[in-house]
């Protein structure tokens, strides 16, 4: 049951958020610009597994995780420059997050 409110939750601030679009775009977008989804699953966790130590992990894999993530967006500066396609771009973001996910566990093993 818990399952299903967590999904309803987050499906309502994502309605929402569009919804207010279409009246205050500035307000929209900043709430989307908000790590939501970090800040529902941490309060999820935390509300299902209690466990304080769990959650801290996970926000501090949250923390590496996410400048780690931009790796993927890095072939697109290039594409124009180096005359690539969008496909080989995306493929090569992909990589780049294969890379990053091996970064990110190694340094969330430091911790």
Same mark, same amino acid.
């Given at each position: 049951?818990?399952?299903?409110?967590?999904?309803?939750?987050?499906?309502?601030?994502?309605?929402?958020?569009?919804?207010?679009?279409? *009246?205050?775009?500035?307000? !929209?977008?900043?709430?989307?610009?908000?790590?939501?989804?970090?800040?529902?699953?941490?309060?999820?966790?935390?509300?299902?597994? *209690?466990?304080?130590?769990? !959650?801290?992990?996970?926000?501090?894999?949250?923390?590496?995780?996410?400048?780690? !993530?931009?790796?993927?967006?890095?072939?697109?500066?290039?594409?124009?420059?180096?005359?690539?396609?969008?496909?080989?771009?995306?493929?090569?973001?992909?990589?780049?997050?294969?890379?990053?996910?091996?970064?990110?566990?190694?340094?969330? !093993?430091?911790?």
């Amino acid at each position: 049951m818990f399952f299903f409110l967590k999904i309803l939750f987050a499906a309502i601030v994502i309605a929402f958020a569009s919804w207010l679009s279409g *009246k205050k775009p500035e307000l !929209s977008g900043f709430i989307i610009a908000l790590p939501l989804a970090s800040l529902m699953a941490l309060i999820f966790s935390y509300l299902e597994h *209690k466990n304080p130590e769990t !959650s801290i992990t996970f926000a501090k894999s949250i923390l590496v995780g996410v400048p780690v !993530s931009y790796l993927f967006f890095l072939p697109f500066f290039f594409a124009k420059s180096l005359g690539m396609n969008f496909w080989l771009i995306y493929t090569i973001g992909i990589g780049l997050l294969i890379v990053g996910f091996f970064a990110h566990k190694y340094i969330v !093993s430091l911790f």
